[in-house]
């Protein structure tokens, strides 16, 4: 009788053991399958910030590609008379405008070129770094192209 209650032990200790074992592997399962949904989550949001980067880089150089072809011109006498008194050139005051996001607002609104020059004429145009293709200016934001353009005409780019 000794023998039977000690076969019927161990298998209750071995079912034990395995229940225990099924048990474990469920939990790294679940464990792994958690991990592996995290990484994707992560995965997916960091190639849609991708995308967003890659979207205002090439709305911010489709911008600034098309306002030096239309204004730029305007932009270069405009520099030029400033700085060297050469003959100026009639441009439109509404024409000298640079669409920018205002943070604080969280609006676009329109930076005046002069403005922007004048303020910057005696001081010098400061090192920005773009991000995404944009500056930050105090509080605006616009394209870097244009502002690296302002800026080369300014600090000395040939006199057109």
Avoid: C
Avoid at 20 to 39: F, I, S, T, V
Avoid at 145 to 159: C, Q, R
């Amino acid at each position: 009788m000794r023998y039977k209650d000690n076969e019927r032990y161990l298998a209750r200790v071995q079912s034990s053991i395995d229940a225990e074992k099924r048990m474990g592997q469920e939990r790294k399962a679940a464990r792994d399958a958690r991990r592996e949904a995290e990484r994707s989550r992560a995965e997916a949001a960091h190639y849609r910030a991708q995308e967003r980067s890659i979207k205002r880089i090439t709305t911010n150089e489709r911008a600034a590609e098309f306002w030096i072809a239309t204004v730029g011109v305007g932009v270069r006498g405009l520099i030029d008379t400033m700085k060297y008194g050469t003959a100026p050139v009639a441009i439109p005051a509404a024409v000298l405008k640079i669409r920018a996001y205002n943070v604080k607002t969280k609006t676009t609104e329109e930076v005046d070129v002069l403005d922007f020059i004048r303020r910057h004429s005696v001081t010098g145009f400061p090192a920005l770094a773009p991000n995404d293709g944009q500056i930050r200016y105090n509080d605006i934001v616009f394209p870097s192209t244009i502002y690296y353009f302002l800026k080369y005409h300014w600090e000395g780019g040939p006199a057109t």
